[in-house]
């Protein structure tokens, strides 16, 4: 296939662009910044908040992969950070949308990022691609954001993705926006040491001052960068595979027994918890949502796919690290 993919400079891009090169597909990276993409692939640029777009770039395209947005967990949830997160991904969906609709041949499938972030704060709860979307920031950026892939007129991408309250009513506002087979890839925290989430808790843990984040009761719905990329492809290739798909292992684990697995398998002890508290009082809200609160949710679509996790569990992949056996 053709495939055209946006953040292909970023954590998951990077590792992507050589695996589909490698399965023999062509890859063009679309991209703010073409210095930002390893030399030998081929670039096209684009700008989402100018609406900088060739629309030609879509010409022969069989697939087109969507990763661009500005970081969630980056920075502080200021408003004009706030603003640059959701604008970053409603933009650039309604951007390459559109193009794909007015496509003479339009692309057959078209994989979207977005994360598990949709269900808000599940508490106890388990949640799959059946459950209804949650409270939050987090919450309300995947609902405009998996919403933006239908074109309603110039009401724009909030009225859309108010209407698409649940999750079958996105799909199917999805289904009716895009003449394209879409999934939405409801990523859950990626893990790999090279980069993400992982990379920015490492320095803490080998010192052996990582410890529980509050009272680490609070699930988290994981998966290994290697399954995130092949849940992509999956995605691409699986006909099945439409609407939201949550990428997360199979069994969500409480943020005290991640703690104790990543240290273990740095050889290092746990440190001390970190109270909610004080991450409230550097984070903000931005803490509430991402650091302390549940995210219980599992991959019931991939399962039916028969999709097979190279990691399915977490806590031996966090306990594998240093021995290089992950
Ligand atoms: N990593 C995770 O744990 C995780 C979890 C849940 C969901 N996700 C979602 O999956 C997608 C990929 O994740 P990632 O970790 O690979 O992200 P990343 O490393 O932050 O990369 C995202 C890419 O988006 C582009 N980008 C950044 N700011 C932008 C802006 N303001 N406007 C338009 N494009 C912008 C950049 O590409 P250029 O500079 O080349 O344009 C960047 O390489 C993201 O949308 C993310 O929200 C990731």
């Excluded at 650091?291 to 999709?307: H, N, Q």
């Amino acid at each position: 296939m053709r495939i055209l993919v946006t953040g292909g400079s970023g954590f998951i891009g990077t590792a992507l662009v050589p695996r589909l090169l490698s399965l023999g597909h062509e890859v063009v990276v679309l991209t703010r910044k073409s210095s930002r993409v390893a030399p030998g692939i081929a670039v096209a640029s684009w700008d989402p908040a100018t609406g900088k777009f060739q629309r030609d770039v879509l010409a022969g395209v069989d697939a087109v992969v969507h990763l661009a947005g500005a970081g969630i967990a980056d920075k502080r949830w200021t408003n004009s950070r706030r603003a640059a997160i959701l604008n970053s991904r409603v933009d650039s969906t309604r951007l390459l949308v559109s193009a794909m609709q007015e496509a003479g041949t339009p692309p057959q499938v078209f994989v979207s990022a977005s994360a598990i972030g949709f269900y808000g704060d599940t508490g106890d709860d388990v949640h799959d691609e059946t459950s209804g979307s949650g409270d939050g920031f987090a919450a309300e950026v995947c609902r405009a954001w998996e919403a933006s892939a239908t074109v309603r007129g110039p009401a724009g991408a909030a009225e859309a993705a108010s209407a698409a309250a649940s999750t079958a009513e996105a799909a199917s506002a999805t289904a009716a926006g895009v003449p394209t087979r879409t999934a939405f890839l409801r990523f859950g925290t990626v893990l790999d040491p090279a980069g993400g989430a992982l990379a920015r808790m490492l320095p803490l843990f080998r010192l052996g001052l990582g410890g529980r984040l509050g009272s680490g009761r609070q699930w988290m719905s994981c998966i290994s960068r290697e399954d995130a990329i092949a849940a992509i492809v999956e995605a691409l290739g699986n006909e099945a595979l439409n609407g939201p798909v949550n990428v997360v292992a199979p069994d969500p684990i409480r943020n005290a027994d991640f703690t104790r697995a990543l240290a273990s398998g740095l050889g290092k002890r746990v440190g001390p918890p970190v109270p909610g508290l004080a991450l409230r009082a550097v984070y903000g809200r931005m803490a509430k949502e991402l650091l302390l609160g549940s995210s219980r949710v599992v991959p019931r679509v991939l399962t039916e796919a028969g999709f097979e996790f190279r990691h399915p569990d977490i806590v031996a992949y966090l306990e594998q690290l240093h021995s290089g056996r992950q």
